[in-house]
DNA sequence: TCAAAAGTGTTTAACGTACACCCATGT
DNA sequence: ACATGGGTGTACGTTAAACACTTTTGA
């Protein structure tokens, strides 16, 4: 479980790393501030985001008291290359446990998203940083009955290949409206 | 279940029903600032607070572009006979599903924060809007540890009385420790 | 041929759910 | 006496958890 984390090119915190984010315009909503934040600076677009939590404290940034409505969004790793743009000299991703100093209190909403994340999502190893039983996991899932087994095989892997799903949107909104809900 | 609203005393939409709130000060936290105006509108104090949700469409206050950072509390009805004070000509307590028509856009503020006790909260009957089989209700609760019995009973009402019990903070805290999570 | 992950069933334990009657108290 | 909520045990079904071997593929 990895991080995008960006190097800071202004004051304050000129070249500590943090999370990428900056302040909403005239007439933004808040979630579209924080895609064109995310944009801008890593070049991540189209990602589904969520409200993790808002930081407050009047002494959380040394200019002046800056209030954060924080967003996370998770994205597959190898989809997304990262670019640095405006004011941010580079973007990269980092171990979630294993992240430099970074800028402002961004450490604890890392460690906000983090804890979120490990109470929301009870089916991936990464997350729960914990293996998984292969057989229940795959019960588990399939009795939900919103995949679709496809032709597709995973390519190119040293190993025998996965056989691939895909997601039944139709069948998933259905349970919904029924009142149904479950996490990944 | 009921949900305190307070009745504007000054524009934008003076007269109207409206969830308590107001602006953070200098040099104050959110959370601070949401203990402020709630003591200061209803007369409530030292309460537990959750952070909820950030509200913020540019739309959403007719002056200007004004961001909300709402938060809850739960309280027992009974202990908190309410005064109105400052900018409230009143306060009072209305049914969660029976509100008058509210000021800016809080009507979406109650419902998130409905939702979230609803998912949050299994084992209260007006949270829920539906009964709980009362054997079951005592095997679960019991069988998480952190009651202790106490020799006091209920008083005044027309029908046993019921034991009453203390919760086991020390307990609670072990079982978080230990990775263990519930909500009540 | 080796390493590495995919794929596959059954058994057991834990937990959730359904269900009916008597008890204590105030009006 | 009656209305109201308190208090109690068991049986059944569902779900979670534990567990080991064979298959496929590239290096």
Chains 1, 2 share one sequence.
Do not use: C, M
Request: proline share 3%.
């Amino acid at each position: 479980l990895k991080v995008l984390l960006i190097q800071r090119d202004l004051e304050p915190f000129a070249g500590k790393w943090a999370l990428p984010g900056g302040f909403v315009r005239v007439n933004e909503s808040l979630e579209a501030a924080a895609r064109r934040e995310l944009l801008e600076e890593t070049g991540i677009g189209r990602v589904y985001l969520e409200q993790l939590f808002t930081f407050g404290r009047p002494d959380r940034d040394p200019r002046e008291h800056v209030v954060t409505v924080s967003y996370y969004a998770l994205v597959k790793l190898s989809n997304h290359r990262v670019k640095a743009a405006t004011d941010a000299r580079q973007a990269a991703w980092f171990g979630v446990s294993d992240t430099p100093k970074l800028a402002f209190d961004h450490e604890s909403i890392l460690e906000k998203a983090f804890e979120r994340l490990k109470s929301k999502v009870r089916y991936h190893e990464t997350i729960l940083e914990t293996p998984l039983d292969k057989r229940n996991f795959r019960k588990k899932i399939l009795a939900l009955d919103v995949l679709i087994e496809t032709e597709e095989i995973q390519q190119d892997v040293a190993h025998r290949a996965a056989r691939l799903y895909r997601f039944d949107e139709a069948k998933y909104k259905q349970l919904r409206k029924s009142g149904y809900h479950f996490e990944i």
